[in-house]
């Protein structure tokens, strides 16, 4: 089982880590916890090298908390190496199941009752157990079957302290490398308190599962498990049990009659309605989070649901057209409108990146593309150039990346862009193979038109480019210094003369009001001006002079 969280809600609120807020902190716990973090940190050897593998042994064995900022990192590859953020996203939190005991304590507190008073039955053993919470199978006294996710007892102090201890750890790291620091970890840390506080509230993912429920109700080959509401709290979550098979049980599901080719497809294109028709899409779909049961896929565990705002959903349709249409500045407009800017761009080897990232990909035929792969790249290409990509844009990535992975392993003749084309726009999947045999008479006929509107359009990225600030000139012209360094002392001598002009012309309107004291019948204030006004006139004719006796 996966435990993970919503990232990426719209006017999301990131409260700050607090002790009050935790219910309190106890500094003896705080130090036993260092000393085991130390130890953890002793018994890994960092000494000797940190490799993403030791990297995600460490954050494992030290809890819940280091987890989730592993997670939370992984969506980070303007923060991260990408072999890096590769393995963190292998962090799935399975730990230790806590006795049944423990379990049982926290259900009968949440409802007040005795735990027989509630459920007719349920299993000491469980069937899943992750950092945050427990999974149990259960029966309601009217005989169906539901699982029950519990939360772990304390946990929200546990990882409020380990919180305060990487607060104090940030700020001696930022006071020692005197604020320069590569990676914004108090950033960092908020994000994952925050994520970890949705997390924490079943309810937020008893919304997440209604809303996608809602979405979908009209697929007939799309499904959740239902939801008891009533039984459902902030620690506790009650849904239908799923008797089911998994996606990635080939074998099982051919022997019972099902077309994997067409369950694959099916998949893919309800993907692709989640992220462009409803911006709310599943952000770990993996083989155990998606299974069969009925003719129907099954959606599981919506702890983690990515969120695309309009915006965003239109950027992203708008870079898949560009791509299709081989048109790099669209494309570098809609990367640049994505990201965020850090520093100064170098916006002609952005262009230059683009476009050799275009003409590699567009060469290609469509079912060869890897849609992962290809996002990857162009977040690789982003960072590159300067550019921090949200992190919703990185979540969308990992899932398209995991679903392509789950479809290639269990239906490979489905190709994921092309459905992802086709849902977009039933003829754009043709501007992928303009080479294809048999449409010559086109491909002329389009290069002709393109030719037609290269000016316009070039014209057109111009404007748009300015408008958002970020034309850049370059010229380079030979033989050019001496000239440009002419005008330039033509310019400041022009500009000598009109402060002085200026200073001659307010110190003779002065001189027509009455102020004390004066000098020689002049107020002061014009005598000062008429003083400044001679100064500037002798250096303009001391110039002249200068300039006619040097020698040519």
């Not at 898949?320 to 170098?346: F, H, M, P, Q, S």
């Amino acid at each position: 089982m996966t435990q993970t969280s919503n990232q990426n809600h719209e006017n999301r609120k990131t409260p700050p880590v607090s002790v009050k807020e935790a219910g309190g902190s106890d500094n003896a716990a705080m130090g036993s916890r260092f000393r085991e973090l130390l130890g953890i940190l002793r018994r890994h050897d960092l000494v000797r090298g940190l490799t993403p593998e030791k990297l995600r042994a460490v954050l494992e064995d030290m809890g819940p908390t280091f987890i989730k900022l592993g997670q939370i990192m992984s969506m980070h590859p303007d923060i991260l190496p990408k072999e890096y953020c590769q393995e963190l996203s292998k962090l799935r939190a399975d730990v230790k199941p806590l006795p049944f005991s423990e379990i049982k304590g926290v259900i009968e507190e949440e409802y007040k009752l005795p735990i027989q008073e509630v459920f007719a039955q349920i299993d000491a053993e469980p069937l899943g157990s992750a950092s945050i919470a427990q999974v149990h199978k259960a029966s309601l006294p009217d005989g169906r079957q539901v699982v029950l996710k519990v939360q772990r007892p304390g946990i929200q102090q546990i990882m409020a302290n380990d919180i305060l201890l990487l607060r104090k750890a940030a700020g001696l790291l930022k006071l020692l490398s005197g604020g320069d620091q590569p990676v914004d970890l108090d950033m960092v840390l908020t994000e994952m308190w925050a994520v970890a506080q949705e997390e924490m509230n079943f309810l937020k993912e008893a919304g997440n599962l209604l809303e996608f429920e809602d979405l979908n109700h009209e697929i007939a080959y799309i499904a959740a498990p239902k939801l008891e509401k009533e039984l459902s709290t902030g620690k506790i979550l009650v849904m239908e049990y799923i008797e089911g098979i998994p996606i990635d049980q080939i074998q099982t599901l051919e022997a019972m009659g099902y077309d994997m080719t067409e369950i694959g497809e099916k998949l893919a294109d309800n993907y692709c309605k989640q992220i462009f028709d409803d911006a709310f899409f599943h952000a770990d779909p993996h083989p155990g989070n998606i299974w069969i049961r009925d003719g129907k896929i099954v959606w599981l565990d919506f702890g983690m649901m990515g969120r695309l705002t309009a915006r965003d959903k239109g950027l992203f349709r708008q870079a898949i057209a560009a791509l299709a249409n081989r048109d790099v500045y669209e494309l570098k407009n809609v990367i640049l409108t994505l990201g965020v800017v850090k520093g100064k761009v170098n916006h002609t080897r952005l262009y230059t990146d683009l476009d050799d990232f275009v003409t590699r990909y567009g060469d290609l035929n469509l079912g060869s593309l890897n849609m992962g792969q290809l996002l990857e790249e162009l977040m690789d290409l982003a960072k590159t150039n300067g550019i921090s990509l949200p992190a919703g844009l990185s979540m969308l990535g990992r899932g398209v990346m995991t679903i392509e992975g789950v479809i290639t392993a269990c239906c490979p003749q489905v190709s994921v862009i092309q459905i992802i084309v086709n849902h977009l726009a039933g003829g754009i999947k043709d501007q992928f193979n303009v080479r294809q045999a048999g449409i010559s008479l086109w491909k002329a006929l389009q290069g002709f038109l393109n030719k037609g509107v290269t000016v316009p359009a070039q014209f057109s990225d111009v404007l748009r480019m300015a408008a958002k600030g970020q034309t850049k000139l370059n010229l380079e012209i030979v033989g050019s210094e001496e000239p440009l360094q002419k005008i330039d002392r033509m310019v400041n001598k022009l500009a000598l003369c009109m402060i002085t002009a200026g200073l001659t012309v307010g110190s003779s309107l002065l001189c027509s009001i009455e102020l004390e004291p004066k000098w020689g019948g002049i107020p002061w204030p014009a005598g000062v001006g008429y003083l400044l006004s001679l100064l500037f006139l002798g250096k303009l004719l001391w110039d002249m002079y200068r300039r006619k006796r040097k020698p040519k």
